[in-house]
């Protein structure tokens, strides 16, 4: 059942993805989705982690680490990712995106958290020949580099909150912490709109639909059945199976805007994916630093 449960979850943030792209066809702006989205789900996350214990008795301190970490960082990632998918195609964004295992390793490796191996400079190397392929094979037609460089930046920053989670948040239960991001984000867009005059809500009601489709299905959803599925199947396993996020996100691109992928993108795609498997693939002998249980903690929203 724990596996079932992980496949569900991959498949409810694969299709993030298209409902945002949906939502964008309904007039939604990427200010609204951003608000809605995490307004919509921290405040139901809030509610879950209250109802479970999660939030009783946490120090001070670890509710300032969650709400930072959603309003400087999650919030970023989530602003990169969400306009990179309003100028290029959903399954361009999502192969992208799947770079941050990769580079989550490198980063690891760069602060002295892992240890460098043979089998991880193949990983590096075929996720950088794999991105190539993807970009190269894009470029035959009409090529957005602004959007790529999007997606791009924010594979990057959530390397960087992975890495930064890692580290600040370890001892903060996952329900509590992901419910503190979600709050701590949607404080960010908060602001942020009441900066610029105000977040425009006037859209076609097929909108809200998608919003919350977005906001219930991809982003509650998602977390909860990851979470149970990690805690039956552990966190190597889980992070193996939410590969199938990814290929979620293409197919259903296809089936629902008609996308499609040259041969070089195909092969590109199959790359990375190759190389997230190798990276995180269990080894027998466990290394410091960057624990399977805490990236994954770190990680659990995804976009």
Do not use: N
């Not at 979850?9 to 409902?19: I, K, Q």
């Not at 919030?75 to 192969?95: E, H």
């Not at 794999?130 to 037609?141: D, E, K, Q, R």
């Amino acid at each position: 059942m724990g596996r079932l449960f992980c496949l569900l979850s991959a498949a409810g943030f694969g299709a993030m993805a298209v409902f945002g792209k949906l939502a964008y066809d309904a007039g939604v702006s990427v200010d609204a989705l951003l608000l809605v989205r995490f307004g919509l789900a921290g405040g139901v996350l809030i509610v879950i982690a209250l109802a479970r214990g999660a939030l009783r008795r946490l120090p001070r301190r670890a509710v300032l680490a969650g709400l930072g970490m959603g309003v400087f960082g999650y919030a970023a990632q989530a602003g990169l990712y969400f306009s990179a998918l309003a100028r290029i195609d959903a399954s361009m964004v999502a192969l992208i995106l799947y770079l941050y295992p990769v580079l989550v390793m490198v980063g690891a490796i760069a602060l002295g958290r892992e240890r460098a191996s043979r089998r991880r400079m193949w990983a590096l190397g075929i996720a950088l020949a794999g991105i190539a392929l993807v970009l190269s094979g894009a470029m035959s037609g009409r090529f957005d580099w602004p959007g790529a460089l999007l997606a791009l930046g924010a594979a990057l920053t959530y390397t960087g909150y992975i890495l930064v989670g890692d580290r600040v948040t370890a001892d903060v239960p996952p329900l509590a912490l992901t419910a503190l991001v979600c709050v701590g984000a949607f404080g960010t867009f908060l602001v942020f709109g009441s900066l610029r005059g105000g977040t425009d809500l006037g859209f076609a009601p097929a909108g809200w639909l998608w919003l919350a489709a977005l906001a219930l299905v991809s982003t509650v959803g998602a977390i909860l059945l990851f979470f149970a599925g990690m805690a039956r199947v552990g966190p190597s396993v889980a992070s193996i199976l939410s590969i199938l996020e990814p290929v979620v996100t293409v197919a259903a691109a296809a089936a629902v805007f008609g996308e499609t992928l040259s041969v070089t993108q195909w092969l590109g795609g199959s790359l990375v994916l190759a190389a997230v498997l190798v990276v995180q693939w269990p080894r027998r002998q466990s290394l410091s630093g960057l624990s399977p249980v805490s990236a994954e903690t770190a990680a659990d929203l995804r976009v």
